[in-house]
């Protein structure tokens, strides 16, 4: 895990210990395979999620059919722990539920199984009994996991990509699906904004890889899609592949929204052809002190309460510091051949556009 996504969880987790933390995880989890309505929906759940966080991802499998599903669950140590309780994770669990149903007709993307549920539990802790309340749903698991193909340094596409072929025409074309993912979201009203290498999984049909984007709890929906959506929950992504302006208080502008989804995918682009992570290797090319002073610029205007100005405000404070701006090159970028090249930025040509189109909008 990079050192920003763990920011969060250190900072609401600060008491008790790790060694506390881990025990009352692991109390949690039993307390959670024991509960009758979750045992009576998934048999031979396994705990697959890496790192403490609001959520326990299982993969088991359904008590009717033996389907293999993943079930994703509210964390009542973690939870606990926040400002308002919980409430917050909940909503986000609710919102992805009517995400995920949304997406219901669409290819590529991620199944509902078990609609959204709440439950009681019971944890023995000291020898008392501790009610807790979770909540959760399930999805069709998806066995594909793209993460090592970004993150280890064999670069294991061969177990990702069944055709045979080069790794950076395999690499190209692991690209491209996930670039078809997230256009498949758009379409149908949905922006991501939390896009990441562990927010991509696939399976394998007949020799082809499919993906598709999960973890739909951070998304914004079209309003003119939003009709059956609950309470929208808080904005929350991850700082190494979010754009400045979702950070900036900018996060529920659609057209804004749309961007930030092909600039996280322009950061595992860079990621997956280099051995580098695109964020740490933007402040080393530029410094950390100077990315601060940029990036406090650019925060300031969330201190603007008109949505207007401080969008206009933010574009300014963008322009002032976009000159001094050096982003990092690809050290493996000779490892694309020429003409594939000119395809990709033909892929990329139209969303570019229209960037600029919404930046000078915006200056004016």
Partial sequence: MQEDELAPYEDNLSEPSDGRIAEANRITIEAIKNCGQFSNLFENPVVVSEHASPYIVFRANDSVMGLRVAVKCTNPVYTSLMPDGGRGSEDALAWEEAAVRLLASKTRCVKLHTPFSVARITCRVGGEQVNDRISFLATIWLPLDIKRCFFDKKRSLESCLKPAGMAPQKALRLMAEILHSVQVLHRKGLCHRDLKPANVRGCSFNGQTFLCAIDLESSLVRRDAAEDFPRRPAYSG???????????????????????????????????????????????????????????????????????????EYFRSLDMAARDIVLPKMQESECIPGAVMERIQRVYRRPRLQHERIYTENLV
């Fill in 238 to 312: 991850t700082t190494a592949y979010a754009a400045p302006e979702m950070l900036c208080g900018l996060h529920d502008d659609w057209e804004l929204a749309l961007q930030a989804d092909w600039y996280a995918a322009g950061c595992m682009f860079f990621e997956l052809f280099d051995t580098r992570l695109f964020y740490p290797s933007f402040i080393e090319e530029n410094g950390r002190k100077k990315y601060e002073s940029m990036m406090d610029n650019l925060y300031s205007c969330k201190n603007i309460r008109d949505a207007q100005e401080r969008k206009k």
